[in-house]
């Protein structure tokens, strides 16, 4: 029998499913990727033009190539959806993410990018690497969901100033629904912070 308090106990577990949905879809790796590097490219030229274009640069090939190659997979099965939960399934992934990415660093480079744009390509990148790393050599399915939000709020720090710092509500909510959801525990979210913090947010505020 359903009492008032377990139906209350229900429409809360329910309410709080939602929000972490919503939460894991609007602050997943892509959406942060694509406009990161908007916003750097802005920083670092002021001019419309300028950040279109190697705001672009870095988001396309960081993002939606990605992105176009992992949904498709998991419109095909190859694995459990546009997040890939399951570890295994994060190999094409990771090497389309590395590779195109790898692509668009080349780019910046030869088309004599703001150095901002190519310290950013650079540490993702180089999260990408110790994501891959941890991830397969030590078996651990870290959270990229957390790493790649915890990474740019340091960078949107270093670019705009300490007052972002209110951006780690971001970074908690997300955190928050990956365990909310049971794709991630704890140690897994957090694992996945520090990595965007220490190959990410930290190198990408000494270098730029």
Same mark, same amino acid.
């Given at each position: 029998?359903?009492? &008032? ?11 709080? %499913? ?5 939460? %894991?879809?609007?602050?997943? /790796? ?28 870095? #988001? ?5 190539? &990605? ?12 694995w459990d959806s546009h997040h890939v ?7 094409? /992934? $990771?090497?389309?993410? %590395? ?14 990018? &703001? ?20 991830? $397969? ?23 705009? #100033? ?22 991630? %525990? ?5 694992? #996945? ?9 930290? &190198? ?5």
């Amino acid at each position: 029998m359903i009492t &008032p308090s377990n139906t209350e106990s229900v429409a809360t577990r329910t309410a709080a %499913t939602r929000i972490a949905r919503l939460a %894991t879809e609007i602050l997943a /790796p892509w959406v942060w990727v694509l406009g990161l590097p908007l916003a750097i490219a802005w920083s670092a030229t002021h001019r419309v033009g300028a950040t279109l274009l190697w705001g672009l640069v870095v #988001g396309v090939t960081g993002s939606i190539i &990605p992105m176009i190659v992992i949904v498709r997979g998991a419109k095909n099965g190859k694995w459990d959806s546009h997040h890939v939960t399951n570890r295994e399934g994060r190999v094409v /992934p $990771f090497i389309a993410c %590395t590779s195109s990415l790898a692509g668009g660093i080349a780019i910046l480079v030869l088309g004599g990018s &703001p150095n901002e744009m190519i310290v950013l390509a650079s540490t993702m990148f180089a999260t990408l690497v110790v994501s891959v790393v941890i991830t $397969f050599g030590l078996n651990f399915k870290l959270s990229m969901h957390a790493g790649v939000a915890a990474g740019a709020v340091l960078i949107l720090m270093a670019a705009y #100033g300490p007052w972002l710092v209110l951006l780690s509500a971001a970074v908690a909510l997300v955190a928050w629904s990956r365990v909310r959801l049971r794709d991630h %525990t704890i140690a897994q979210v957090l694992v #996945g912070a520090l990595v965007g913090v220490v190959a990410g947010g930290l &190198p990408y505020w000494w270098l730029a």
